[in-house]
C-alpha cells in the first residue's frame, strides 16, 4: 500500500469492471475511502445489477481498505447526487470524483436511432455532470478537490461512433468548463483519454496502438486526485501502456483580416490563400484503415 492517497475520499463511477475497476482498487491501495459506483450493465447498457459495484467493494475490503457500493445510474440526477451523497454519509467528505462509466452504441451515422444516440450521451456526457454538478458543489464550499473526465482519442472524429465521439468532445469541454469555473475555489478538472485492454476496447474492429492495462490508466489517474497535482488543471491526458501525452489547448491557428464586408464570392477569392484549411488527421488514417481492410489485413489505429 502506498501513501498518495491517505485521509482522501474517492468516488469512482463505472468502478465495477475495466478502468473503473482498477482506479477503484489503485485508489484504495493508496490510501483512499472510496465510493464504488457500478449501474452494472452490459456494453451497450442493458440489464443492470447491483453485484458488480459489489463485488469491487469486498476486493477493497478483502486488501485491507475501505469501499462502499453504490449501484445507481448515474445517467440521472439522482444518482449523480446519491454518489456524492454516500461519500458525505459514509465518511464525511468528498476529495476526488472520477466519472469513468460508459457504454457504446456502435452504428453509422446515416443509420443511428435516436435509442442509440440518447443512451451514450446520457451515459457519459451527462454521467459526467451529474456527478460533478453534485460534487463541485461540496468542493466548492470546502475550498478543494479534483474532478477527473473519461474521454477517448475518439473525441477526433469516429467513423462508426457519432454518438459516443460526440460525447467525448463533450466531456472535454465540460471539464475545461469546470476547471475554469471552479479555479478560484482550489478545484481541479482534468480529463484522461485512456487506451487500455478491457471488454469495450475489445470490441473496436482494430489493433489499438500501445494498448495498455486498466492499471497503467489508474496510476495517472491516483497521481491526478493527489496533492503532487494541486496545479494540474484544464488539461486532457492520453495514457496508453508506455505513454503518457497530453492534448493540445484548442486556439484559433490562423487568422486574415479584410476591409469592409464579407460577401460569399468575397471570401471565396480570400479564403483559401490566406486562412486555410487545418488538414484532419483522422481523415488519412481512416484511409489507411480501409487500405488494410480491402487486403484483408486488421488495421492499425
Ligand atoms: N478501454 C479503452 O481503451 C478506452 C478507450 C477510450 C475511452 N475509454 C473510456 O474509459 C471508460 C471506461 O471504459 P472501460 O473500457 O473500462 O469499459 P467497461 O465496459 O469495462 O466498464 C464500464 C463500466 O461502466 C459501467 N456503467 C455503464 N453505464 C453506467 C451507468 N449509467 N451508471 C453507472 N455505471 C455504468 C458498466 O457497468 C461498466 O462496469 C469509458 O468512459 C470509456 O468510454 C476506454
Redesign the pocket.
Known amino acids: 500500500m502506498g501513501n498518495f492517497l491517505t485521509g482522501k475520499v474517492v468516488a469512482v463511477?463505472?468502478a465495477?469492471?475495466?478502468?473503473?475497476r482498477a482506479v477503484a482498487l489503485a485508489a484504495a491501495a493508496e490510501g483512499a475511502r472510496v465510493v464504488v459506483?457500478?449501474?452494472?450493465?452490459a456494453?451497450d447498457?442493458a440489464s443492470p445489477t447491483s453485484e458488480?459495484a459489489d463485488a469491487v467493494v469486498k476486493e477493497i475490503e478483502s486488501a485491507g481498505g475501505e469501499a462502499v457500493a453504490v449501484a445507481d445510474?448515474?445517467?440521472a440526477m439522482a444518482?449523480g447526487r446519491r454518489v456524492v451523497d454516500t461519500a458525505l454519509a459514509a465518511y464525511g467528505r468528498l476529495d476526488g470524483a472520477v466519472c469513468?462509466?460508459?457504454?457504446l452504441r456502435e452504428r453509422m451515422l446515416f443509420n443511428m436511432t435516436e435509442d442509440e444516440w440518447d443512451p451514450v450521451l446520457a451515459?457519459?456526457l451527462k454521467?459526467t455532470f451529474t456527478v460533478f454538478r453534485a460534487a463541485s458543489a461540496v468542493m466548492r464550499a470546502r475550498r478543494s478537490g479534483t474532478l477527473i473526465g473519461?474521454t477517448?482519442?475518439?473525441h477526433q472524429g469516429s467513423v462508426s461512433q457519432a454518438n459516443y465521439s460526440a460525447a467525448k468532445g463533450g466531456v472535454i469541454s465540460l471539464v475545461r468548463s469546470a476547471a475554469l469555473g471552479l479555479h478560484k475555489y482550489g478545484v481541479t478538472a482534468n480529463a484522461v483519454?485512456?487506451?487500455?485492454r478491457?471488454?469495450?476496447?475489445a470490441n473496436v474492429p482494430v489493433e489499438?496502438d500501445g494498448?495498455g492495462e486498466?492499471e497503467d490508466v489508474a496510476a495517472l489517474v491516483v497521481y491526478l486526485l493527489s496533492d503532487r497535482a494541486r496545479e494540474i488543471t484544464g488539461q486532457v491526458y492520453t495514457v496508453a501502456g508506455p505513454k503518457i501525452a497530453v492534448w493540445a489547448q484548442p486556439r484559433e491557428l490562423r487568422a486574415a483580416y479584410a476591409d469592409g464586408g464579407w460577401t460569399p464570392e468575397r471570401i471565396a477569392r480570400f479564403l483559401p490563400g490566406s486562412v486555410g484549411v487545418d488538414p484532419m488527421p483522422m481523415l488519412e488514417q481512416v484511409a489507411e484503415m480501409e487500405r488494410a481492410a480491402a487486403k484483408g489485413e486488421r488495421p492499425n489505429a
Do not use: E
Open positions: 463511477t463505472g465495477g469492471r475495466g478502468i473503473g459506483n457500478d449501474h452494472g450493465v456494453v447498457g458488480v445510474d448515474i445517467s444518482g469513468v462509466a460508459g457504454i451515459t457519459h454521467g473519461f477517448s482519442g475518439n483519454a485512456p487506451v487500455a478491457t471488454r469495450m476496447s489499438l494498448i486498466p
